[in-house]
């Protein structure tokens, strides 16, 4: 099926610009770290260990680049890459979910089917990463993190009136009993 006028390119281009932001970003980072990091001061030590696995990264973005640029001049031939935005690539810390916070507290949500608070999710969420929060700034962050994706999701989500308030998904809910995640009706 051929590409119609409407989409001739647009979502392509737009998608591609994204990406070139976020590679480009990436990019300035690997060359240029933060002086924090290339400091001997928390962390340091892996940080220069792992010099070798961000200097294939670079060289694959290297890579990349151009063809990227060359397939949105296709579509867009005014388009400059110095126009485009870099994006910083998100910290990501070794004590945290593989998909963050939010993702592995929803994950909990739909495996679990029971109305749980958000330190309930945290502690499961902990458990199953086999991470430690115990320090308090590590605790805090991650509860404010759950806390902030479950009131931005009201959508999908029943919150009871309690407190501290318990949250369970729309899709587990029946009446005013709750479902098991493995569910009730014998399937």
Do not use: C
């Not at 994204?18 to 990091?37: D, V």
């Not at 993190?145 to 998904?169: F, T």
């Amino acid at each position: 099926m051929a590409l119609g006028r409407k989409n001739s390119g647009k979502q392509l281009t737009s998608h591609l610009k994204r990406l070139y932001g976020r590679l480009g970003g990436e990019l300035r980072w690997i060359e240029n770290p933060p002086k924090l990091r290339q400091k001997k001061w928390r962390g340091g030590e892996a940080f220069a260990a792992e010099a070798a696995e961000r200097e294939t990264r670079a060289e694959e973005i290297r890579e990349a680049l151009p063809h990227i640029v060359y397939v949105i001049q296709m579509f867009d031939p005014e388009w400059a890459p110095e126009q485009e935005k870099l994006i910083r690539p998100l910290r990501r810390g070794p004590n945290r979910p593989p998909h963050g916070w939010a993702d592995a507290a929803f994950d909990v949500l739909r495996e679990d089917g029971d109305w749980l608070t958000v330190r309930e999710m945290l502690d499961r969420v902990v458990e199953r990463h086999d991470l430690s929060v115990d320090d308090g700034p590590a605790y805090v962050q991650a509860y404010g993190a759950i806390n902030a994706a479950l009131k931005r999701a009201q959508r999908g989500l029943v919150k009871d009136g309690g407190q501290p308030p318990r949250w369970a998904l729309k899709s587990r809910q029946r009446g005013n009993g709750t479902t098991s995640a493995a569910g009730e009706d014998g399937w």
